[in-house]
């Protein structure tokens, strides 16, 4: 153990480090069982994080349970809410900060609970960069909320209703009585926002138990598998399973399939991109057009269609969604567990597909279905091999249980030819639950192993099984065809934009039109309004400084609102183009991340209003219509450049110095990559 290197020992140091930890810990505490740390986010200051330290109790039992030590780690925590001038600048303060405490302290593994937007990055990108075993637990999507009867979706519906309110069409005092309406329970945004995309993820990367992703913060079954969490990273330190093994450029692939099945958020480009940086996984932003451009879209969540994450959990969540898109997956990306994530995907047997469709009435936690569930057989195989279950675990004196006695050999050709992986166990045996049969035999099913302690996982209760067919739509009859990410170049962006077609007009993805330019955020507020604006429906938007090093930070502001004479006109939609992020939970014609950005030298800087812009999702094209020398012949004007931000000090200034462009993920250039988990030199 690495806790062992402070803890054993009897000189001078180890008595040091022992002597202040023990404060209620037995002695046998310090006997090399497991020390985990538990990256904690929970803050009244993240309100859709503040459950977590209830979570965090769970994980801490199943710790315990496991024969482990829980330790709570408060780390930095960012309420995409509440912090100015945006959340995102702080995304790799919070990594760096994480990243540094899981170092220094002594500890084997570490849980990590996230939920609001920043958040999971942030612990993932810092467990990358340590590399410590680790697995996530997402806090989960708060509840629906209703007003006036109508369902309320986070982000989307403030969208909506402030349009409405500029539109005349509601009553500001109405305007503010939705508001705890909207935010019913605790837990995070409940559209396919920018929280819900990193917590499903997270789980597709295969960092979390497999069938806990979008299980709704309130919800029991969350802290079941919290307590299931604790005792699965005790078997991973034992194991020593870590992310490097786990996060491959395999689980970045299925990521981005997943990613376009779900009309999960754009800011997933970004934050993917960080997280592959940490790992050194060869990941680029054309990655994300080349195998999810063509994925359909599979769920009608908001913003890009009707539902919300309660309906998409009550639908079948995740794992139905994987399995409709199982054939796109690659099948040697793997999970914690130790097996691949395509294994958690099949339900039924004699069901080749392995999705059951039904009607939702019958079926919705029928007590028939879960006999066909991965869990159930879980716990046939876990009989059929010793496996290190939670009740092993917690009779094996002091803590380690017995390795599994499949070999690698056995499980492998137990997987059939499909070309699954397996995380080796030091070479010699499997790790995760018992053998199953997957893919291979008559029945192409068998359920995955649970693989986590043994029997004991319930995966929630969840299957790969679809209840509601108007939430997840079969692959013969997607939303939308092809909803991946497109990225755009062109001489107005000659690293990349991206744009999501899922949320926007389609009779807009090309375009033409004249610019109407706007220096900042505070420029466009000021003029935008102004009945002597120049603009028509056909104008297209353009706002800059607002990248990583203009704001800096890279806020979501791209979703520019429209101006108020052409609100009143009808209009809905227009083409937007900006160097910032837009909230995973907007909608619109929107053309974000446009790299380089302005403030590092970026074309856009030179963009002059009344210029014609062509935007040609169709062809993945995105430029101002003059030749590319005259427009690199001119220089930006002294109010573009006033706009971008030049702090003298601090984090900012740091920042600003360092950080990278949105199309390799905005990390700091000297964050990039692993530094590992050990320390060199002693404290005393
Ligand atoms: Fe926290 Fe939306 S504000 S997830
Ligand atoms: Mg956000």
Redesign the pocket.
């Known amino acids: 153990m690495r806790s062992a290197e402070w803890y054993g020992g009897d000189d001078r140091n180890s008595y040091i480090h022992r002597a202040w930890m023990r404060r209620g810990l037995p002695s046998d505490a310090f006997d090399g069982r497991p020390h985990i740390a538990i990256a904690n986010t929970a803050s009244d200051l993240t309100p859709?994080n503040a459950h977590l330290n209830e979570v965090a109790r769970s994980v801490s039992d199943g710790i315990y349970q496991a024969g482990g030590i829980p330790l709570n780690l408060p780390v930095v925590s960012l309420?995409?809410?509440q912090v100015r001038p945006t959340a995102m600048l702080w995304r790799n303060m919070a990594a760096m900060a994480i990243e540094e405490m899981l170092r220094a302290n002594p500890i084997d593994g570490v849980v990590l609970l996230g939920?609001?937007?920043k958040t999971i990055p942030s612990l993932l990108m810092a467990a990358s960069s340590v590399d410590l075993p680790a697995v996530v637990v997402p806090g989960g999507p708060m509840l629906t909320g209703t007003f006036r009867g109508v369902p309320l979706g986070?982000?989307t519906d403030v969208w909506k209703l402030s349009e409405e309110v500029r539109a005349g069409t509601l009553s500001a005092a109405e305007f503010t009585r939705s508001e705890s309406s909207m935010i019913r329970s605790r837990g995070?945004?409940n559209t396919m926002?920018?929280?819900s995309t990193m917590g499903l993820l997270a789980e597709v990367l295969g960092m979390t138990l497999p069938g806990i992703a979008g299980t709704p913060a309130p919800d029991s079954r969350l802290l079941e598998m919290s307590h299931e969490t604790g005792v699965l990273i005790v078997e991973m330190v034992q194991k020593e399973r870590r992310p490097s093994q786990v996060m491959t450029r395999a689980s970045f692939v299925n990521a981005i399939v997943a990613l376009a099945a779900l009309g999960g958020s754009t800011n997933a480009v970004v934050h993917l991109l960080a997280i592959a940086g940490r790992l050194g996984v060869p990941l680029t932003l054309d990655d994300f057009d080349r195998v999810g451009a063509d994925v359909p879209l599979l769920v009608d969540l908001q913003p890009a269609g009707r539902f919300l994450m309660e309906d998409f959990f009550r639908a079948g969540g995740l794992h139905a969604v994987l399995a409709e898109v199982r054939d796109l997956l690659d099948p040697a990306g793997l999970t914690v567990t130790g097996r691949p994530l395509v294994e958690y995907l099949y339900s039924a047997v004699g069901d080749e597909r392995a999705v059951v469709v039904e009607d939702r009435a019958d079926l919705v936690e029928s007590p028939s279905v879960p006999s066909s569930s991965p869990a159930s057989a879980s716990s046939s195989s876990s009989a059929a091999v010793p496996s290190s279950s939670s009740t092993d675990v917690a009779s094996s004196a002091p803590v380690v249980s017995p390795p599994d006695a499949a070999s690698s050999s056995e499980s492998r050709s137990a997987l059939g030819g499909d070309g699954s992986a397996l995380i080796q166990d030091g070479g010699s045996g499997v790790v995760g639950g018992g053998p199953a049969v997957v893919g291979g035999g008559s029945t192409g099913a068998g359920g995955g192993s649970a693989g986590v302690g043994g029997g004991s996982a319930s995966l929630g209760g969840h299957s790969a099984v679809v209840y509601d067919r108007e939430v997840i739509r079969a692959r013969a009859e997607p939303l939308q065809e092809a909803a991946g990410i497109a990225v755009l170049y062109g001489n107005l962006a000659p690293d990349g934009a991206v744009i999501k077609p899922a949320a926007a007009s389609p009779a807009l993805l090309r375009h033409r039109g004249p610019a109407v330019v706007f220096d900042s955020v505070e420029d466009l507020h000021a003029r935008l309004d102004d009945p002597a604006l120049e603009v028509t429906p056909d104008s297209v938007l353009v706002l800059r400084g607002c990248g990583p090093k203009g704001y800096p930070g890279m806020p979501e502001v791209a979703n520019m609102p429209l101006p108020a004479k052409l609100l009143e006109q009808g209009v809905r939609d227009m083409v937007r183009i900006c160097d910032g992020r837009m909230s995973g939970?907007a909608y619109g014609t929107v053309v974000l991340h446009v790299a380089p950005e302005a403030a590092a030298g970026g074309p856009l800087a030179l963009v002059r209003t009344g210029d014609m812009i062509v935007l040609d999702v169709p062809a993945r094209r995105l430029y101002v219509d003059i030749p590319d020398a005259e427009l690199l012949a001119r220089t930006p004007s002294p109010a573009t450049v006033e706009a971008y931000a030049s702090p003298r000090r601090g984090w900012e200034k740091l920042y600003v110095d360092t950080v990278g462009q949105a199309n390799t993920g905005a990390d700091l250039d000297f964050l990039i990559g692993s530094s590992g988990d050990k320390v060199s030199r002693e404290s005393h």
């Open positions: 859709c309420g995409e809410t939920g609001c937007d986070c982000g995070h945004c926002g920018t929280a939970t």
